[in-house]
Nanobody
């Protein structure tokens, strides 16, 4: 199993970024996928999830209305469009399996190496 995140970088407050995650080694199209992040000095925070066919999405209150998760099962990718970024959004972002639709960890799952997002002026 491999999950490879990309697209992170430095962005000013109010700006946008689009993260991508390329998956391989498992039946991607059958899995519910999530994005999680780890802010400096804090634990993992579940942000959002998308069901296997991409028709239903779920968001944490902290990102609802600003972030949009999507997937392309033909390309085995899941993406995260982030708008109206704030300094609190700074952190290491991962795509992951193993979470419920409410963000509860349900099994060990898999997670990539992450991509760094820094929101700063």
């Amino acid at each position: 199993v491999q999950l490879v995140e990309s697209g992170g970088g430095l962005v000013q407050p109010g700006g946008s970024l689009r993260l991508s995650c390329a998956a391989s080694g498992f039946a991607f199209s059958t899995f519910y996928m999530s994005w999680v992040r780890q802010a400096p000095g804090k634990g993992l925070e579940w942000l959002c999830g998308i069901n296997s066919d991409g028709r239903v999405t779920y968001y944490a209150d902290s990102v609802k209305g600003r972030f949009t998760i999507s997937r392309d099962n033909a390309k085995n990718t899941v993406s995260l469009q982030m708008n109206s970024l704030k300094s609190d959004d700074t952190g290491l972002y991962y795509c992951a399996t193993g979470y419920s639709v409410t963000g509860r960890k349900t099994w060990n799952g898999w997670r990539g190496q992450g991509t760094q997002v820094t929101v700063s002026s």
